[in-house]
């Protein structure tokens, strides 16, 4: 099993920033692709960005790329999301989840989730 746990969110300001990291346990050796998703109210659960095991491989979604950066701590066993400029839209519960396939964006394809942590953005 692997377990998940994000932290890091909050109440910014538009164009703010925040970061947001993902603590992992257990047998994270099963995992090959870390990635972030995020969820609004009433809305689809959304891909953000996901990073590989050895971090050699990153993408984003259109909707942050050049404002987020994915990055990992593999002796710390941490990913990060950087999230700057900061928008309204970016509002959502934010989850870290890992998957043993490799470059994946599509959320089914993430057997461990995070419980998910709170970002709100105010204009």
């Known amino acids: 099993q692997v377990q998940l746990v994000e932290s890091g969110g909050g109440l910014v300001q538009a164009g703010g920033s925040l970061r947001l990291s993902c603590a992992a346990s257990g047998r994270i050796l099963s995992t090959n692709t870390m990635g972030w998703f995020r969820q609004a109210p009433g809305k689809e659960r959304e891909f953000v960005a996901f990073v590989t095991r050895s971090g050699s491989s990153t993408y984003y979604a259109d909707s942050v790329k050049g404002r987020f950066t994915i990055s990992r701590d593999n002796a710390k066993n941490t990913v990060y999301l950087q999230m700057n400029s900061l928008k309204p839209d970016d509002a959502a519960v934010y989850y870290c989840?890992?998957?043993?396939?490799?470059?994946?964006?599509?959320?089914?394809?993430?057997?461990?989730w995070g419980q998910g942590t709170q970002v709100t953005v105010s204009s």
């Open positions: 989840a890992a998957s043993a396939a490799f470059r994946v964006i599509e959320w089914r394809s993430y057997a461990y």
